[in-house]
């Protein structure tokens, strides 16, 4: 499985932060997986952000749900978070996962993430 994530690199404050996930090569044999987003800001550690599963259905942080929402795309194997009115703080490497059940065996499959700085 390969996850690659892009992104604009830099957001002004107040704007839509959009990063997208490509996940490839997905395994044929797993019964089900969902995907995610998490992000770890300087100096500060991992924060997860939120996840969508194979129908659809997502699942938010709550100290982030009302300002993030994350959509798939099937035919293009992608997943999409939006994360509006961003604040400096907010700058952080933002990282795709993959999680994939296969019987009782859990795999989980992480990209190298995308910076996001948020100035003006």
């Known amino acids: 499985v390969h996850v690659q994530e892009s992104g604009p690199g830099l957001v002004k404050p107040s704007q839509t932060l959009s990063v997208t996930c490509t996940i490839s090569?997905?395994?044929?044999?797993?019964?089900?997986?969902?995907d995610g987003w998490i992000r770890q800001a300087p100096g500060k550690g991992l924060e997860w952000i939120g996840a969508?599963?194979?129908?659809?259905?997502?699942h938010y942080s709550s100290t982030l749900s009302r300002r993030a929402s994350i959509s798939r795309d099937t035919g293009k194997n992608q997943i999409t978070l939006q994360l509006s009115a961003v604040t400096p703080e907010e700058a952080a490497v933002y990282y795709c996962?993959?999680?994939?059940?296969?019987?009782?065996?859990?795999?989980?499959?992480w990209g190298r993430g995308t910076q996001v700085a948020v100035t003006d």
């Open positions: 996962e993959r999680t994939e059940v296969a019987g009782a065996a859990v795999y989980d499959y």
């Open positions: 090569n997905g395994s044929a044999t797993a019964t089900d997986y969902y």
């Open positions: 969508i599963g194979r129908s659809g259905h997502t």
